[in-house]
């Protein structure tokens, strides 16, 4: 679902959870991606099997395409301003990855629509350090980059950082990726620590943590959920006794909800990512929380159900959120 302004500007999607107001900031959609291709292990017949289950907006059973995108999540609680995650940028030169590359998007306009200004934003809390969920973190200016969010602490995992500045040519991490993860099946793409969280650290307002449940900021906290990167996390929104997770890359569209077991292309130790899916599939459809998601398409946001041995994906519009 998409609405739009009459200025071309898509009109921010608000989800209440408890007291705290979450709106997706959009980057980036595309309705082609080629499922053999993001699914490096699917089976021809899977589609076949739960294409039925999968909503207009997100499959389109005439060309056998996923839709998709790139969003960042803006929640206001506790008298904060907080970003989660911020997408791409623009002018990010991503040669690995053409729909990535050298971006110029309206999502500042879409964040100035949502209400907010980059000088506006108190936390930036990130789930992890690839291309597509850090770049905003930074913009060019005097062909220099520098951070957007002048007043934001910036939050992300020590394990993370220092092993994307090692990849970047930094300071050596010989002691990761951690010995039981095994060899990555998907490098990180290059410059991505240089170019979008170094310029942070340096301008003092990084703050590296260590992923293990505690809160750092009011019913803000980081959970482990490793696989798709070195120290992935989600992050729980607790607010009145209602629970809401940015799951981010632990999956890339609905269809993993219904196999689990399929490894995105973008994973660096999909065995580690299966087990994280798994586990927040699990406890999403025990507790009924609200999940908001960094790719899918539509609201972006949803609840999972049992569904037999497996589970099942239900978009969630922002009219219709109630306590979990």
């Not at 699917?42 to 997100?58: E, F, N, V």
């Not at 609905?254 to 999909?270: G, N, T």
């Not at 994906?313 to 306590?323: C, K, L, M």
Request: proline share 8%; glycine share 8%; hydrophobic share 40%.
């Amino acid at each position: 679902m998409t609405q739009q302004s009459s200025n071309n500007v898509e009109i921010p999607l608000s989800f209440r959870v408890g007291d705290a107001l979450v709106t997706r900031i959009p980057e980036l959609r595309w309705t082609n991606a080629d499922p053999a291709r993001l699914y490096p292990d699917l089976d021809p017949a899977a589609l076949g099997t739960h294409g039925g289950q999968l909503t207009a907006g997100s499959f389109n059973p005439d060309t056998g395409t996923l839709a998709q995108g790139t969003h960042s999540w803006l929640v206001r609680h506790a008298g904060r301003v907080i970003l989660i995650d911020t997408a791409t940028g623009n002018g990010k030169p991503r040669p690995r990855a053409p729909v990535l590359d050298h971006l110029d998007t309206p999502y500042l306009a879409r964040l100035a629509a949502a209400g907010v200004m980059p000088d506006q934003v108190d936390l930036v809390l990130l789930t992890h350090i690839h291309a597509d969920h850090v770049g905003w973190n930074t913009v060019l200016r005097d062909n220099i980059w520098q951070p957007l969010f002048t007043r934001a602490r910036h939050v992300y995992s020590e394990m993370e950082a220092r092993y994307a500045a090692a990849l970047d040519g930094f300071a050596p991490a010989p002691d990761l990726p951690p010995e039981a993860f095994g060899r990555p099946d998907h490098p990180p793409m290059p410059q991505v620590y240089t170019d979008s969280l170094k310029p942070v650290i340096d301008a003092g307002l990084g703050q590296a943590i260590a992923i293990d449940g505690r809160e750092i900021a009011d019913g803000l906290s980081f959970h482990p959920a490793p696989g798709h990167s070195i120290d992935h996390a989600t992050i729980r929104l607790h607010s009145c006794g209602e629970e809401a997770w940015f799951v981010a890359d632990l999956m890339h569209h609905p269809l993993q909800a219904y196999r689990p077991d399929l490894r995105s292309v973008y994973c660096e130790f999909p065995g580690k990512a299966e087990q994280s899916r798994r586990c927040m599939l699990a406890h999403a459809a025990e507790t009924g929380a609200l999940c908001l998601t960094a790719h899918f398409a539509e609201s972006g946001a949803g609840r999972v159900t049992q569904n037999g041995s497996g589970f099942a994906w239900h978009f969630v519009n922002p009219t219709e959120v109630s306590a979990s």
